[in-house]
């Protein structure tokens, strides 16, 4: 299962937006390696690729809450973080022997469906306040 960009992911906020693609892009290429029985390691390195990603991205959203004095950015930053420690345990569990194709594969579906909600929730909410400032 790869997951195509659609408008209704977009919060409205361009760099942001931009940023959600490219994860979207890469985390679809992941999943696709998966699918097509890439070595292990070819595996390993996208994710952690994405890793860096995903840690760059939420510091660039992060830094806007702060800028913008968005009152909900103690309970962002927490899903952020929820988020990375649970990326470093999957990276940890992928890199286990013995792990399957198929675990790869439910795991990178997990990752990729847990950033959909907080793009369509927490995400959209955060791009409504921006909207809501004067410029
Ligand atoms: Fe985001
Ligand atoms: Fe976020």
Not at 31 to 46: F, H, P, T
Not at 75 to 98: C, D, I
């Amino acid at each position: 299962m790869t997951i195509a960009w659609n408008a209704s992911y977009a919060i409205g906020y361009p760099m942001i937006d931009a940023q959600h693609q490219e994860l979207f892009k890469r985390f679809n290429s992941l999943i696709e390696a998966c699918q097509q029985k890439k070595g292990r390691q070819e595996v390993v390195r996208l994710f952690e690729f994405l890793d860096t990603y995903v840690v760059e991205h939420f510091s660039a959203e992060e830094a806007l809450m702060t800028v913008h004095a968005y009152p909900e950015v103690g309970m962002h930053r927490k899903q952020h973080q929820e988020f990375s420690e649970k990326l470093q345990g999957w990276q940890r569990h992928l890199q286990q022997e013995g792990s399957t194709l198929g675990l790869l594969i439910e795991t990178n579906e997990a990752v990729m469906l847990w950033l959909i909600r907080h793009i369509r929730t927490v995400d959209m909410a955060l791009g409504k306040f921006l909207h809501s400032r004067p410029a």
